[in-house]
């Protein structure tokens, strides 16, 4: 605990990108505005557009192969489509990446992003994005069980007190990733 205090007073001075030199983040299109916007170095970003916890496993043994210290999972707008009603497939499929995490990175600190919310019209067009509420409530408890610790992204768009979103009412607008990171 006091080496971290000592490194997070030490990283004050650094960029996001240069504290996230150790860090993974496995993610779908929105995991890609964190290159998209420059916030963390693409090194860093293992993100695909339309990536779920099913079409993820070259970047989970990718993200193995790095063997970083903390690894940040941001999956599941795309997995609300795939699994729909079954929300316990989903949480199923999540454990598996975490156990293939820990099995195989040593002392891995892992790190669950919630599911973003979207836009009323957004879930009036997709009605399985507008389930986002439902499993991130299975999330945090999976998170809890899992021992890894859930971040609750959805805070960060509600506390700007604006509209976080692009106008396709999925993605977070370039503003949201530096608070995000």
Request: aromatic residues 8%.
């Amino acid at each position: 605990k006091e080496a971290r205090k000592k490194l997070n007073s030490e990283n004050n001075n650094l960029t996001l990108a240069e504290r996230f030199q150790t860090c993974v983040l496995i993610g779908d299109s929105i995991g890609e505005g964190l290159t998209v916007y420059n916030v963390l170095d693409s090194q860093n970003v293992l993100a695909k557009k339309g990536l779920s916890t099913k079409s993820s496993d070259e970047y989970f043994q990718k993200a193995v192969s790095l063997q970083p210290d903390v690894v940040f999972i941001q999956l599941g707008m795309n997995d609300m489509n795939i699994y729909r009603d079954n929300i316990s497939g989903y949480i199923d499929a999540m454990k598996e990446k975490i156990a293939y995490l820990k099995k195989n990175i040593k002392d891995v600190d892992i790190y669950i992003n919630g599911i973003l919310p979207v836009s009323d019209s957004a879930a009036s067009k997709t009605p399985e994005l507008g389930k986002y509420p439902e499993y991130n409530k299975e999330l945090k408890n999976m998170c809890k069980d899992e021992k890894v610790t859930f971040i609750d992204v959805e805070q960060i768009l509600k506390s700007s007190g604006k509209d976080l979103h692009e106008p396709d009412g999925i993605h977070p607008v370039s503003s949201y990733y530096s608070l995000w990171a």
